[in-house]
């Protein structure tokens, strides 16, 4: 996978229709099953999570992707 901040601002796009529908169960079997970082417990409690609270505050002011072949790389303006 290309380093994001590599990827031209011409290469990324806002439109998400090509991305597969991605739900709750799918972060939590990524975040749980290939990082040790995270266990049930945390993913449980999400909304604690500093990045959520960001989020939810409005600090995430662009979200752009690229598509690599079916893999998205999503980029984000905070």
């Given at each position: 996978?290309p380093?994001?901040?590599?990827i031209?601002?011409?290469?990324?796009?806002?439109r998400?229709?090509?991305?597969?529908?991605?739900?709750?169960d799918?972060?939590f079997n990524?975040?749980?099953?290939?990082?040790?970082?995270?266990?049930?417990?945390?993913?449980?409690?999400?909304k604690?999570?500093?990045?959520y609270?960001?989020?939810?505050d409005?600090?995430?002011?662009?979200?752009?992707l690229?598509?690599?072949?079916?893999?998205?790389?999503?980029?984000?303006?905070?």
């Open positions: 996978m380093d994001p901040f590599s031209p601002e011409s290469k990324l796009t806002n998400v229709s090509g991305v597969p529908p991605l739900g709750i799918d972060i990524l975040l749980v099953f290939k990082s040790s970082e995270y266990d049930k417990q945390k993913i449980a409690s999400y604690a999570f500093e990045e609270a960001l989020f939810e409005g600090y995430v002011q662009d979200l752009k690229h598509d690599l072949n079916g893999h998205f790389i999503f980029v984000e303006k905070v």
